[in-house]
């Protein structure tokens, strides 16, 4: 074919479509703000951790293959998962221990998808009230610690550990320890911090530095610091053989 023809017809079509400006206005979501931005699945999450539910005093005792056998008669299964994420923040937990970590993220339509839908892993026995669900919260069945009416009944933080480590445990999967499943509480840096109105980066890392000595010299012997690599496509060091943060980085402060 001729090439001023193919050339033509290339010039034609995009004269026929739209700007690029105005493909991008139509297309392009305006990126959030920090004011804008709303995360409404923790927002609800939040909302049901708060709730404390009336305490089952009655439970029916049943060996764990009963209750494995029960659920799966009654069809109960990954099907009936109402809420796929949860935020483990109970008011019950609060009240009575001390608060030195953030709230676990529990995914519960993952966790449900590993066990392969045996909700009787978690749901290990049903209150004796009929018109209540099978499978009743954590908290609904376990709350106070070493409740004098129910002393065979331990509290609910301790019904998360046991559960959770010895399922992780057992499986060889998951985390075992505090910070594997949850984020220490970090003090309110604002009134913490001592900086001037407009710092320069290197006053930011001297003022960090001030409380956080040891992370800075576990920094120094990280990765993170000492890669070095090879920048062949670095303006003025196309001939440098390697480059990196703790070499010739301009922002290594």
Request: charged share 30%; hydrophobic share 35%.
């Amino acid at each position: 074919m001729n090439r001023k023809f193919v050339m033509a017809g290339v010039v034609v079509l995009f004269l026929a479509l739209p700007s690029l400006a105005a493909i991008t206005a139509q297309h392009v979501d305006p990126i959030p703000t920090k004011e804008s931005f709303v995360p409404e699945d923790m927002i609800k999450a939040r909302e049901r951790a708060a709730i404390v539910p009336e305490l089952v005093t009655e439970v029916r005792e049943e060996s764990l293959y009963q209750r494995r056998k029960t659920l799966l008669e009654k069809g109960v299964g990954i099907q009936d998962v109402k809420h796929t994420f949860m935020l483990l923040d109970s008011p019950i937990i609060k009240a009575e221990h001390e608060d030195f970590y953030e709230p676990v993220r529990f995914m519960h339509g993952k966790h449900i998808s590993v066990v392969d839908g045996d909700c009787s892993k978690c749901h290990h026995l049903r209150p004796t009230d009929p018109e209540l669900s099978e499978t009743v919260a954590c908290s609904a069945c376990h709350q106070k610690a070493f409740d004098p009416e129910r002393p065979e009944r331990i509290g609910l933080k301790a019904a998360y550990h046991i559960q959770c480590m010895t399922c992780h445990e057992e499986m060889k999967k998951g985390p075992v320890d505090c910070l594997g499943c949850h984020s220490r509480n970090a003090p309110d840096h604002e009134e913490l911090v001592k900086l001037r109105p407009d710092p320069e980066p290197w006053d930011v890392t001297a003022e960090c530095l001030r409380c956080h000595e040891k992370q800075g010299e576990d920094m120094l012997r990280s990765a993170h610091w000492l890669w070095r690599g090879p920048s062949p496509y670095t303006v003025e060091r196309t001939k440098e053989v390697m480059s990196g943060k703790a070499t010739n980085a301009v922002n290594n402060f």
